[in-house]
């Protein structure tokens, strides 16, 4: 069985895709970025305020599929340039304490609408 979620309290999609979509109570997230979904903005100024950004909206679309950042069990992350990478990981460890998902950090050439920091993760539900 799929499961599609949705919540007001991320980026909603813009496209031919779903925030989330759930099977077998795996949740597998696409990719978030800094879009504040009260305003529709992007919070642009630092690498560290768009992981922080995003990372909310990875934690409140899990929370929208019964989950919640300690149940993260791979996180992929795309990054404009490795030069970035200290101050990205700097604000990712507040999000995942001691309990940290497998993960991989991408240097990519291009990110939507000239970002830093793309995230997306897969996780569980009990």
Do not use: W
């Amino acid at each position: 069985m799929k499961e599609i979620i949705s919540t007001k309290k991320a980026p909603g999609a813009v496209g031919a895709y779903s925030q989330a979509v759930v099977h077998n109570d795996m949740i597998y997230l696409s990719g978030q970025i800094c879009i504040d979904p009260d305003t529709g903005e992007m919070e642009r100024d630092s690498v560290g305020l768009q992981t922080r950004r995003t990372l909310q909206n990875v934690e409140n679309v899990l929370i929208a599929a019964g989950s919640g950042m300690d149940k993260v069990l791979k996180c992929n992350i795309y990054i404009s340039s490795m030069d970035k990478f200290e101050e990205m990981d700097n604000v990712y460890k507040e999000f995942f304490a001691d309990s940290y998902p497998a993960r991989v950090t991408v240097a990519v050439s291009d990110l939507y609408e000239n970002l830093d920091i793309e995230i997306d993760v897969v996780a569980y539900k009990d």
